[in-house]
């Protein structure tokens, strides 16, 4: 089945250290993105890529760090200097630059004690 | 560059009653427009879209949608809702290669 996934489902860190959250599809799509989901907020833009070894920075980038080194590929790091980093983080694809409709994964939930 | 709103954070219907939530965007041509769900603890499910053509579009698990220009619309309706529906329903909005997420609008269902 083609699809996003993203590993682990739940995972806890310490304060001040780095964790990455793992994003892949096998959907043979072009774009991927990073959403940030916290409760009342929606989603917020934290990186995409439109091609490999190519990405931007979205609306809160700050405290994050990304790579695209595959198609299939699109890690997330959360670093110490995120400030708040306990959220619901999602994963999403989409086929090509010139079309909207986004395909999500079923995202990493973090707590950071 | 769009925005879009919803209106209703919250909303509770009883099970077997209509439903509609409301989305309004702001945009100074047609966007293309996207209704998601997504129960707790999970990823977003697309359940319809429009681009262009019929105002009326039908989706997944019996929803429909509606475009309105004149009112700048996109409002989500389902006749009967049932129990499983009971999640959170994301309008979406996309324009100049951006997408843009509503807040989202919870919805619970009453036995």
């Known amino acids: 089945d083609g699809g996003i996934t993203q590993s682990p489902k739940y995972l806890f860190r310490k304060e001040g250290q780095n964790v990455t959250l793992s994003c892949e599809q096998n959907l043979n799509h072009d774009a991927m993105y990073w959403y940030r989901q916290d409760p009342g907020q929606g989603l917020r833009l934290i990186y995409y890529?439109?091609?490999?070894?190519?990405?931007q920075k979205g609306d809160i980038a700050e405290g994050y760090s990304v790579s695209r080194e595959k198609k299939e590929s699109f890690p997330l790091t959360v670093t110490s200097a995120q400030k708040n980093p306990t959220a619901f983080y999602l994963c999403?694809?989409?086929?090509?630059?010139?079309?909207?409709?986004?395909?999500f994964g079923p995202g990493t939930r973090l707590t950071v004690t | 560059a769009q925005s879009v709103t919803q209106p209703d954070i919250h909303i509770t219907v009883s099970e077997g009653a209509s439903l509609e939530l409301r989305c309004n965007y702001s945009y100074g041509a047609t966007p293309y427009l996207f209704w998601y769900v997504q129960s707790p603890g999970q990823g977003l499910q697309l359940l319809l879209k429009?681009?262009?053509?019929?105002?009326l579009v039908q989706g997944i698990k019996g929803f429909e949608a509606e475009f309105k220009r004149s009112q700048s619309s996109f409002n989500l309706r389902k006749p009967s809702v049932h129990w499983s529906d009971a999640a959170e329903y994301f309008c979406a909005v996309g324009a100049n290669n951006d997408m843009r997420f509503g807040a989202g609008t919870r919805l619970t269902v009453k036995p």
């Open positions: 429009y681009f262009s053509g019929d105002t």
């Open positions: 999403a694809s989409k086929r090509t630059l010139l079309t909207y409709e986004q395909y």
């Open positions: 890529s439109q091609i490999v070894n190519d990405f």
